[in-house]
């Protein structure tokens, strides 16, 4: 890929006539590999084992699925199950596959595919118009075109913001354990000529304190109805940091992010995965996300514009539009 080329959607997940093809992103930056799924099984498994992930690129995966499901005359019940079931956090997985129920062709998921891009670019720039020129900011995981399908919802508003010459740098948290940052977001960027630099998770907070960070900005996986927002595990602890410093906090999220049936965070649920992610010796926790209260977010950017507190009011207004 040539510096300056934004990776093009089709490359991250794609139908073809007897596959679903997905970007490895477990393989990424060291090379670019692609994943031939024959059926809904292999795709919700796919999904587990994060070859593909981001939110609206699950969603996305999935709605190809069902397409490919129907396609071969699978039963459509139990593909459109294991595929809820392959990561519960995530409410854009359950999305798509609402919207493919009455009508699980590829035409119908394609045409939610080119929809996450374009509300990714259009979100991108909403965000984009929050920052001040020489904007410095600080990103979690991977929220860029690889977990969205195409342009990306955080990482769309950075690119959004260096177009317009708003954007001086970005600091990447490497996230652990599975390193999203280090290596998707990072890659990304530079793929895009965007100035960056890596730092480790737990050094966040000294980059807040020496005045080197401006704004935190992040993607999610669920937003419910109250604006309590899901995301990669470490984004609370950002979240804590960013109000203590007195840094805005920006959460960039289509509007197939939000969840009005869930009403607070405390009813998200959260993925757990294998402790052998963390230490192939010791015991471990494994949370994949934790869930930052409204209280702490600046605005949450859907497509239709940034949304402020009370959030149980501009949310649901921006499902409805």
């Known amino acids: 890929m040539e510096r300056g080329n ?26 670019e590999v692609e994943v031939r799924c024959a059926s809904a099984h292999e795709v919700a498994e796919a999904i587990r084992a994060m070859v593909v992930r981001g939110a609206p690129a699950i969603g996305i995966a999935a709605a190809y699925a069902l397409a ?13 199950r294991v595929l809820r ?16 129920r009455d009508d699980p062709t590829a035409e119908r998921a394609r045409g939610i595919h080119l929809d996450e891009v374009d509300r990714c670019r259009r979100m991108g720039a909403h965000a984009a118009g929050l920052l001040a020129a020489g904007t410095r900011a600080l990103t979690h995981c ?45 890659w990304e960027l530079e793929t895009a000529g965007i100035p960056h630099t890596v730092i480790v998770d737990s050094s966040a907070a000294s980059f807040m304190a020496a005045g080197a960070v401006d704004c935190v900005i992040t993607g999610a996986d669920r937003i419910a109805a109250n604006g309590d927002t899901a995301n990669k ?17 920006y959460v960039v999220a289509p509007s197939s992010t939000v ?29 994949a996300f934790d869930v930052t209260p409204a209280s702490l977010i600046s605005a949450i ?18 499902v409805a539009a």
């Open 68 to 80: 490919l499901a129907a396609r071969n005359g699978e039963q459509l019940d139990e593909a459109e």
């Open 301 to 318: 950017v859907t497509e239709h514009g940034p949304h402020r507190a009370p959030y149980s009011g501009s949310l649901a207004g921006a």
């Open 142 to 186: 991977n929220a860029g075109g690889l977990a969205t399908g195409g342009y990306g919802s955080a990482v769309g508003a950075l690119l959004a913001a260096w177009e317009r010459g708003l954007l001086e740098h970005v600091f990447v948290d490497e996230t652990r354990p599975l390193l999203q940052g280090a290596r998707l977001t990072a």
């Open 233 to 249: 595990i470490g984004t609370y602890a950002l979240a804590v940091l960013a109000a203590h410093h007195s840094l805005p906090l």
């Open 6 to 31: 934004l990776i093009d959607p089709e490359r991250i997940l794609r139908l073809e006539a007897d596959a679903v093809v997905l970007l490895d992103q477990r393989r990424l930056p060291a090379e």
């Open 259 to 287: 969840d009005l049936a869930t009403p607070d965070g405390a009813a998200i649920p959260i993925e757990e995965r294998s402790p052998l992610e963390v230490s192939e010796r010791f015991p471990a926790r494994n949370p």
């Open 85 to 100: 079931e392959s990561r519960p956090t995530a409410v854009n997985l359950a999305w798509a596959l609402d919207r493919m």
